[in-house]
């Protein structure tokens, strides 16, 4: 569910011992990362305490608990984001992780590339809020840097977008092409 507020997020659904102090910790540092959003996003918290009850399946599908994404470059076919989540490991154990995500331009298309990641594993609420305010202030420290979605792809030596690529999206005009044939 999106939220308006990080405030609606029950911590103590995830660990029933979140102290006051622990609690406040974390709104501070959601606190700074709203700070970091940019005016033209609309951005939310997102938090499904539905996922606390189911366990994890398969290692590449973790359900989501909690999260939230900064969009600090969009043209409508090259964007760059930055997004905090805390992800099911195990019963017991959760993953907090500060990303930095662009746009992916292989062929074939991936939708998207993660080039940064600051994560840490928890089992505690205070673990929990030690890596919420490393995440976030990892957040912070990308949103102060470099805008430009091919600054990351080059750093992360993933190929640039290509002017051509630009006009049509991720995937360029061949990818456009091949799903108008696919779907004729």
């Given at each position: 569910?999106?939220?308006?507020?990080?405030?609606?997020?029950?911590?103590?659904?995830?660990?029933?011992?979140?102290?006051?102090?622990?609690?406040?910790?974390?709104?501070?540092?959601?606190?700074?990362?709203?700070?970091?959003?940019?005016?033209?996003?609309?951005?939310?918290?997102?938090?499904?305490?539905?996922?606390?009850?189911?366990?994890?399946?398969?290692?590449?599908?973790?359900?989501?608990?909690?999260?939230?994404?900064?969009?600090?470059?969009?043209?409508?076919?090259?964007?760059?984001?930055?997004?905090?989540?805390?992800?099911?490991?195990?019963?017991?154990?959760?993953?907090?992780?500060?990303?930095v995500e662009v746009a992916c331009w292989c062929d074939p298309d991936h939708n998207m590339h993660v080039v940064r990641k600051d994560e840490h594993l928890v089992g505690?609420?205070?673990?929990?809020?030690?890596?919420?305010?490393?995440?976030?202030?990892?957040?912070?420290?990308?949103?102060?840097?470099?805008?430009?979605?091919?600054?990351?792809?080059?750093?992360?030596?993933?190929?640039?977008?290509?002017?051509?690529?630009?006009?049509?999206?991720?995937?360029?005009?061949?990818?456009?092409?091949?799903?108008?044939?696919?779907?004729?």
């Amino acid at each position: 569910m999106g939220l308006k507020s990080f405030d609606r997020i029950e911590w103590s659904l995830l660990f029933p011992d979140f102290s006051a102090a622990e609690a406040a910790r974390t709104r501070a540092a959601a606190g700074r990362i709203e700070t970091a959003r940019l005016p033209e996003d609309t951005g939310k918290w997102d938090w499904w305490p539905e996922h606390l009850g189911v366990d994890p399946v398969h290692k590449d599908i973790q359900p989501i608990i909690a999260g939230t994404t900064l969009t600090l470059s969009n043209s409508g076919v090259d964007w760059l984001e930055l997004a905090l989540c805390i992800v099911r490991e195990t019963r017991q154990r959760f993953t907090v992780s500060a990303t930095v995500e662009v746009a992916c331009w292989c062929d074939p298309d991936h939708n998207m590339h993660v080039v940064r990641k600051d994560e840490h594993l928890v089992g505690t609420g205070t673990a929990l809020a030690s890596a919420f305010e490393s995440a976030g202030s990892a957040l912070e420290r990308w949103a102060g840097g470099s805008h430009d979605p091919d600054a990351y792809r080059a750093a992360a030596g993933l190929e640039p977008a290509s002017p051509t690529s630009r006009a049509s999206g991720p995937g360029g005009a061949e990818a456009e092409d091949s799903v108008i044939l696919k779907l004729a």
